[in-house]
Protein backbone atom coordinates (compact mmCIF):
# COMPACT_ATOMS: atom_id res chain seq x y z
CA UNK A 1 0.00 0.00 0.00
CA UNK A 2 1.46 3.24 -1.23
CA UNK A 3 1.08 6.33 1.45
CA UNK A 4 0.40 9.52 -0.33
CA UNK A 5 3.75 10.93 0.61
CA UNK A 6 5.12 8.53 -1.58
CA UNK A 7 3.45 10.10 -5.02
CA UNK A 8 5.35 12.41 -7.38
CA UNK A 9 3.12 15.83 -7.20
CA UNK A 10 0.93 17.09 -8.52
CA UNK A 11 -0.98 14.30 -8.58
CA UNK A 12 -4.69 14.03 -8.88
CA UNK A 13 -6.40 12.24 -5.53
CA UNK A 14 -9.98 10.50 -5.80
CA UNK A 15 -11.23 10.08 -2.36
CA UNK A 16 -12.83 6.24 -2.43
CA UNK A 17 -15.59 7.21 0.13
CA UNK A 18 -16.45 10.43 -1.49
CA UNK A 19 -16.64 9.21 -4.58
CA UNK A 20 -18.79 5.71 -3.81
CA UNK A 21 -21.23 8.08 -2.03
CA UNK A 22 -21.73 10.58 -4.76
CA UNK A 23 -22.42 7.79 -7.08
CA UNK A 24 -24.82 6.25 -4.95
CA UNK A 25 -26.57 9.40 -4.00
CA UNK A 26 -27.12 10.22 -8.14
CA UNK A 27 -27.94 6.47 -8.68
CA UNK A 28 -30.82 6.94 -5.91
CA UNK A 29 -32.28 10.17 -7.71
CA UNK A 30 -31.74 8.87 -11.51
CA UNK A 31 -31.88 5.02 -11.01
CA UNK A 32 -30.77 2.99 -14.51
CA UNK A 33 -31.32 4.90 -18.00
CA UNK A 34 -32.99 8.20 -16.57
CA UNK A 35 -29.08 8.65 -15.59
CA UNK A 36 -26.43 9.16 -19.11
CA UNK A 37 -23.13 9.60 -17.34
CA UNK A 38 -21.25 12.43 -19.35
CA UNK A 39 -18.06 11.02 -19.12
CA UNK A 40 -16.31 14.12 -20.34
CA UNK A 41 -15.55 15.68 -16.67
CA UNK A 42 -13.70 12.00 -15.64
CA UNK A 43 -12.37 11.07 -18.87
CA UNK A 44 -11.99 7.52 -17.21
CA UNK A 45 -13.01 4.14 -17.99
CA UNK A 46 -12.60 2.55 -14.53
CA UNK A 47 -14.28 5.55 -13.13
CA UNK A 48 -17.10 5.02 -15.94
CA UNK A 49 -16.78 0.77 -15.31
CA UNK A 50 -18.19 1.54 -12.04
CA UNK A 51 -21.31 3.76 -13.21
CA UNK A 52 -21.95 0.96 -15.51
CA UNK A 53 -21.99 -1.29 -12.52
CA UNK A 54 -24.61 0.61 -11.04
CA UNK A 55 -27.01 0.30 -13.56
CA UNK A 56 -26.17 3.27 -15.92
CA UNK A 57 -24.62 1.65 -18.72
CA UNK A 58 -25.66 4.62 -21.53
CA UNK A 59 -23.07 7.34 -21.74
CA UNK A 60 -22.62 10.60 -22.82
CA UNK A 61 -19.85 11.81 -24.51
CA UNK A 62 -18.17 14.94 -25.97
CA UNK A 63 -15.28 13.94 -28.23
CA UNK A 64 -14.44 11.00 -30.82
CA UNK A 65 -11.38 10.13 -28.71
CA UNK A 66 -14.15 9.64 -25.34
CA UNK A 67 -16.18 7.19 -27.91
CA UNK A 68 -13.71 5.50 -29.03
CA UNK A 69 -12.05 4.41 -25.44
CA UNK A 70 -15.56 3.66 -23.89
CA UNK A 71 -15.61 1.37 -26.98
CA UNK A 72 -12.50 -0.48 -26.62
CA UNK A 73 -13.10 -0.72 -23.04
CA UNK A 74 -16.57 -2.62 -23.73
CA UNK A 75 -18.66 0.29 -22.54
CA UNK A 76 -20.08 0.74 -26.22
CA UNK A 77 -23.40 -0.14 -25.59
CA UNK A 78 -25.09 2.97 -26.05
CA UNK A 79 -22.61 6.06 -26.26
CA UNK A 80 -24.09 9.51 -26.91
CA UNK A 81 -21.62 11.91 -29.20
CA UNK A 82 -23.67 15.39 -27.41
CA UNK A 83 -21.69 17.73 -29.77
CA UNK A 84 -20.94 18.61 -33.48
CA UNK A 85 -18.29 16.73 -34.76
CA UNK A 86 -17.57 17.10 -39.16
CA UNK A 87 -15.08 14.08 -40.34
CA UNK A 88 -17.10 11.26 -38.79
CA UNK A 89 -15.16 8.45 -39.98
CA UNK A 90 -13.81 6.82 -36.72
CA UNK A 91 -17.06 6.63 -36.08
CA UNK A 92 -18.37 5.28 -38.65
CA UNK A 93 -16.04 2.20 -37.78
CA UNK A 94 -16.96 2.11 -34.59
CA UNK A 95 -20.37 1.38 -35.78
CA UNK A 96 -19.45 -1.38 -38.45
CA UNK A 97 -17.52 -2.70 -35.49
CA UNK A 98 -20.41 -3.02 -32.87
CA UNK A 99 -20.67 -0.04 -30.96
CA UNK A 100 -23.66 1.91 -30.61
CA UNK A 101 -22.83 5.00 -31.68
CA UNK A 102 -25.86 7.89 -31.72
CA UNK A 103 -24.07 11.56 -32.95
CA UNK A 104 -25.85 15.12 -31.90
CA UNK A 105 -26.75 16.91 -35.61
CA UNK A 106 -27.64 20.39 -35.63
CA UNK A 107 -27.32 21.63 -38.80
CA UNK A 108 -27.97 20.06 -42.87
CA UNK A 109 -23.76 20.26 -42.58
CA UNK A 110 -23.55 17.45 -40.03
CA UNK A 111 -26.76 15.42 -40.94
CA UNK A 112 -24.23 14.92 -44.14
CA UNK A 113 -21.54 14.79 -42.13
CA UNK A 114 -22.94 11.39 -40.63
CA UNK A 115 -23.92 10.22 -43.70
CA UNK A 116 -20.53 10.23 -44.98
CA UNK A 117 -19.19 8.85 -42.05
CA UNK A 118 -21.26 6.01 -41.62
CA UNK A 119 -22.88 7.03 -38.51
CA UNK A 120 -26.64 5.40 -38.63
CA UNK A 121 -28.12 7.05 -35.50
CA UNK A 122 -29.08 10.45 -34.73
CA UNK A 123 -30.41 13.03 -31.97
CA UNK A 124 -31.54 16.49 -32.70
CA UNK A 125 -29.08 18.80 -30.84
CA UNK A 126 -31.53 22.05 -29.99
CA UNK A 127 -30.55 25.24 -29.24
CA UNK A 128 -32.88 25.63 -25.54
CA UNK A 129 -31.13 29.10 -24.61
CA UNK A 130 -26.98 28.24 -24.49
CA UNK A 131 -25.24 30.44 -27.20
CA UNK A 132 -23.41 27.48 -28.37
CA UNK A 133 -24.38 24.20 -30.23
CA UNK A 134 -28.11 23.16 -31.04
CA UNK A 135 -30.41 23.73 -34.29
CA UNK A 136 -33.42 27.07 -32.91
CA UNK A 137 -36.33 24.70 -31.99
CA UNK A 138 -38.90 25.40 -35.05
CA UNK A 139 -35.66 24.03 -37.54
CA UNK A 140 -35.66 20.78 -35.34
CA UNK A 141 -38.47 18.87 -37.00
CA UNK A 142 -36.87 19.74 -40.48
CA UNK A 143 -33.43 18.56 -39.44
CA UNK A 144 -35.15 15.51 -38.39
CA UNK A 145 -37.30 14.86 -41.40
CA UNK A 146 -33.74 15.33 -43.82
CA UNK A 147 -31.93 12.83 -41.37
CA UNK A 148 -34.68 10.31 -41.52
CA UNK A 149 -34.44 10.77 -46.10
CA UNK A 150 -31.13 10.44 -46.09
CA UNK A 151 -31.35 6.88 -43.92
CA UNK A 152 -30.30 7.75 -40.44
CA UNK A 153 -32.54 6.74 -37.43
CA UNK A 154 -33.52 10.19 -35.17
CA UNK A 155 -33.20 8.48 -31.70
CA UNK A 156 -35.19 11.82 -30.39
CA UNK A 157 -33.41 15.07 -29.08
CA UNK A 158 -31.33 16.69 -26.83
CA UNK A 159 -30.85 20.32 -25.55
CA UNK A 160 -28.24 21.28 -23.15
CA UNK A 161 -29.44 24.12 -20.23
CA UNK A 162 -25.74 24.98 -19.72
CA UNK A 163 -26.27 28.23 -18.43
CA UNK A 164 -28.62 27.13 -15.79
CA UNK A 165 -26.34 25.22 -14.28
CA UNK A 166 -24.69 27.36 -11.44
CA UNK A 167 -27.74 29.71 -11.38
CA UNK A 168 -27.52 29.66 -7.11
CA UNK A 169 -31.68 29.92 -6.64
CA UNK A 170 -33.16 26.91 -6.72
CA UNK A 171 -36.39 28.40 -7.84
CA UNK A 172 -34.93 30.25 -10.72
CA UNK A 173 -32.78 27.37 -11.69
CA UNK A 174 -36.06 25.56 -12.04
CA UNK A 175 -37.64 28.59 -13.77
CA UNK A 176 -34.97 28.70 -16.47
CA UNK A 177 -34.64 24.88 -16.75
CA UNK A 178 -38.34 24.86 -17.72
CA UNK A 179 -38.06 27.70 -19.84
CA UNK A 180 -35.75 25.57 -21.84
CA UNK A 181 -37.07 22.44 -21.49
CA UNK A 182 -40.12 23.98 -22.94
CA UNK A 183 -38.58 24.54 -26.08
CA UNK A 184 -37.02 21.03 -26.27
CA UNK A 185 -40.20 19.39 -25.96
CA UNK A 186 -42.09 21.69 -28.69
CA UNK A 187 -39.00 20.60 -30.63
CA UNK A 188 -39.38 16.86 -29.41
CA UNK A 189 -43.02 17.10 -30.76
CA UNK A 190 -41.55 17.46 -34.25
CA UNK A 191 -38.86 15.31 -34.37
CA UNK A 192 -40.49 12.23 -32.97
CA UNK A 193 -38.02 9.08 -31.03
CA UNK A 194 -37.59 7.99 -27.73
CA UNK A 195 -35.03 9.87 -26.26
CA UNK A 196 -35.50 13.70 -24.73
CA UNK A 197 -32.12 13.91 -23.36
CA UNK A 198 -30.59 17.13 -21.00
CA UNK A 199 -29.66 18.18 -17.71
CA UNK A 200 -26.62 18.00 -15.58
CA UNK A 201 -25.12 18.51 -11.86
CA UNK A 202 -26.38 21.54 -11.44
CA UNK A 203 -30.17 20.73 -12.67
CA UNK A 204 -30.40 16.93 -12.21
CA UNK A 205 -33.08 17.81 -9.49
CA UNK A 206 -34.69 20.13 -11.35
CA UNK A 207 -35.11 19.15 -14.52
CA UNK A 208 -38.20 17.09 -14.78
CA UNK A 209 -38.69 16.95 -17.93
CA UNK A 210 -35.94 15.29 -19.97
CA UNK A 211 -36.17 11.73 -20.04
CA UNK A 212 -32.50 11.32 -19.56
CA UNK A 213 -30.31 13.80 -17.78
CA UNK A 214 -26.55 13.98 -18.90
CA UNK A 215 -24.89 14.87 -15.62
CA UNK A 216 -20.97 14.46 -15.58
CA UNK A 217 -19.79 16.73 -12.65
CA UNK A 218 -21.57 15.09 -9.76
CA UNK A 219 -19.10 12.38 -9.64
CA UNK A 220 -15.79 14.27 -8.67
CA UNK A 221 -17.30 17.24 -8.18
CA UNK A 222 -15.34 21.36 -7.76
CA UNK A 223 -15.67 23.90 -5.78
CA UNK A 224 -17.91 25.95 -8.54
CA UNK A 225 -20.45 23.30 -8.23
CA UNK A 226 -20.14 23.32 -4.26
CA UNK A 227 -21.00 26.51 -4.30
CA UNK A 228 -24.61 25.41 -4.84
CA UNK A 229 -26.19 24.99 -1.43
CA UNK A 230 -28.32 22.45 -2.76
CA UNK A 231 -26.24 19.90 -4.19
CA UNK A 232 -25.49 16.37 -1.79
CA UNK A 233 -22.14 16.06 -3.89
CA UNK A 234 -18.96 16.12 -1.80
CA UNK A 235 -15.02 16.89 -3.24
CA UNK A 236 -14.29 13.39 -4.09
CA UNK A 237 -11.17 15.10 -6.49
CA UNK A 238 -8.34 17.14 -5.20
CA UNK A 239 -4.62 17.71 -6.42
CA UNK A 240 -2.43 16.67 -4.17
CA UNK A 241 0.84 18.94 -3.98
CA UNK A 242 3.73 19.49 -1.62
CA UNK A 243 4.74 22.87 0.40
CA UNK A 244 7.96 23.76 -1.29
CA UNK A 245 7.73 27.27 0.06
CA UNK A 246 6.95 29.29 3.05
CA UNK A 247 7.72 32.73 3.69
CA UNK A 248 7.36 33.59 7.52
CA UNK A 249 5.21 36.49 8.81
CA UNK A 250 6.67 40.30 9.39
CA UNK A 251 5.41 43.44 10.54
CA UNK A 252 2.24 43.67 8.62
CA UNK A 253 3.12 41.31 5.90
CA UNK A 254 1.20 37.79 6.71
CA UNK A 255 2.94 34.40 5.79
CA UNK A 256 2.50 32.81 2.52
CA UNK A 257 2.97 28.66 1.70
CA UNK A 258 3.40 27.64 -1.75
CA UNK A 259 2.68 24.45 -3.00
CA UNK A 260 3.74 22.55 -6.53
CA UNK A 261 0.28 23.22 -8.14
CA UNK A 262 -0.12 25.59 -10.64
CA UNK A 263 -1.88 26.71 -13.52
CA UNK A 264 -0.50 23.33 -15.59
CA UNK A 265 -1.95 21.10 -13.27
CA UNK A 266 -5.46 22.96 -13.17
CA UNK A 267 -8.39 23.80 -15.24
CA UNK A 268 -8.80 27.73 -13.80
CA UNK A 269 -11.48 29.11 -15.87
CA UNK A 270 -13.89 29.43 -13.19
CA UNK A 271 -11.11 31.19 -10.98
CA UNK A 272 -8.74 29.99 -8.15
CA UNK A 273 -9.00 26.56 -6.49
CA UNK A 274 -9.67 26.50 -2.87
CA UNK A 275 -7.29 25.11 -0.18
CA UNK A 276 -9.20 24.14 3.25
CA UNK A 277 -7.48 25.98 6.24
CA UNK A 278 -6.39 28.81 4.17
CA UNK A 279 -6.85 31.37 1.36
CA UNK A 280 -5.88 30.85 -1.73
CA UNK A 281 -3.91 33.95 -3.40
CA UNK A 282 -2.84 33.44 -7.24
CA UNK A 283 -1.64 30.90 -9.37
CA UNK A 284 1.29 30.62 -11.77
CA UNK A 285 2.63 28.25 -13.88
CA UNK A 286 3.35 25.69 -11.02
CA UNK A 287 2.68 27.07 -7.84
CA UNK A 288 -0.07 28.11 -5.98
CA UNK A 289 0.72 31.01 -3.01
CA UNK A 290 -1.29 31.37 -0.41
CA UNK A 291 -2.03 32.07 3.30
CA UNK A 292 -2.50 29.62 5.86
CA UNK A 293 -5.28 30.26 8.66
CA UNK A 294 -2.07 29.48 10.82
CA UNK A 295 1.05 30.13 9.39
CA UNK A 296 3.09 27.62 12.23
CA UNK A 297 0.74 24.56 10.49
CA UNK A 298 2.44 24.65 7.63
CA UNK A 299 5.79 22.83 6.66
CA UNK A 300 8.02 22.52 3.89
CA UNK A 301 7.30 18.84 2.49
CA UNK A 302 3.68 19.17 3.54
CA UNK A 303 1.28 17.64 1.72
CA UNK A 304 -1.84 19.90 0.45
CA UNK A 305 -5.03 19.08 -1.11
CA UNK A 306 -6.11 21.32 -3.64
CA UNK A 307 -10.18 21.86 -4.50
CA UNK A 308 -10.27 22.70 -8.02
CA UNK A 309 -12.85 25.20 -9.35
CA UNK A 310 -13.32 23.31 -12.51
CA UNK A 311 -13.23 19.64 -12.77
CA UNK A 312 -13.18 19.29 -16.27
CA UNK A 313 -10.31 21.03 -17.88
CA UNK A 314 -8.38 19.88 -14.33
CA UNK A 315 -8.71 16.25 -15.46
CA UNK A 316 -7.90 16.72 -19.16
CA UNK A 317 -3.95 17.42 -17.57
CA UNK A 318 -3.51 14.76 -15.49
CA UNK A 319 -2.62 11.23 -17.01
CA UNK A 320 -3.79 9.02 -13.82
CA UNK A 321 -6.30 9.50 -10.96
CA UNK A 322 -5.29 7.72 -7.91
CA UNK A 323 -8.06 6.55 -5.62
CA UNK A 324 -7.62 6.59 -2.06
CA UNK A 325 -8.47 5.89 1.67
CA UNK A 326 -7.24 8.78 3.79
CA UNK A 327 -3.81 9.09 3.35
CA UNK A 328 -3.51 5.46 1.45
CA UNK A 329 -3.19 4.70 -2.01
CA UNK A 330 -6.28 1.75 -2.93
CA UNK A 331 -5.79 1.96 -6.70
CA UNK A 332 -4.65 4.01 -9.59
CA UNK A 333 -7.11 4.49 -12.70
CA UNK A 334 -6.03 5.56 -16.05
CA UNK A 335 -7.23 8.81 -17.33
CA UNK A 336 -7.75 7.25 -20.90
CA UNK A 337 -10.03 9.06 -22.30
CA UNK A 338 -7.75 12.11 -22.89
CA UNK A 339 -6.88 13.25 -26.37
CA UNK A 340 -8.63 13.83 -29.51
C1 LIG B 1 -23.73 18.49 -23.59
C2 LIG B 1 -23.52 18.49 -22.11
N1 LIG B 1 -24.38 17.79 -21.36
C3 LIG B 1 -24.27 17.78 -20.03
C4 LIG B 1 -23.26 18.45 -19.38
C5 LIG B 1 -23.29 18.47 -17.87
O1 LIG B 1 -22.17 18.06 -17.28
P1 LIG B 1 -21.87 18.34 -15.73
O2 LIG B 1 -22.75 17.46 -14.96
O3 LIG B 1 -20.46 17.95 -15.65
O4 LIG B 1 -22.08 19.78 -15.49
C6 LIG B 1 -22.32 19.17 -20.13
C7 LIG B 1 -21.24 19.90 -19.46
O5 LIG B 1 -20.50 20.67 -19.99
C8 LIG B 1 -22.46 19.19 -21.53
O6 LIG B 1 -21.62 19.88 -22.31
Redesign the pocket.
Known amino acids: MTDIRELQTPALLVDRSVFDSNLQLMSQAHPGHRLRP?V??HKTTELARRQAALGHDTF?C?TIREVEGMAAAGLGNDLLL??EVLDMRRLGQLVESGARVTV?VDSDVIVEAAVAGGVREVVVDVNVGLP??GCAPEDAGRLADLARSRGLAVRGV?G?E?HA?VITDLDERRKVVEECMTKLLTAHADVGGDIV??????T?TVNTWANE??????ALMDTA?AALPDLPFGHALSVLGTVISTTAPTAGIPGWAVADVGLKSLGMDHGNPTIPGGAVWFCSDEHTTWQPEEFSDVSIGDRVRVLPAH??PTVALHEQMYVVDGDTVVDEWAVDLRGW
Request: charged share 10%; aromatic share 14%.
Open positions: HKATAANARCMYGMSAGGTGYIQAGSYYVD
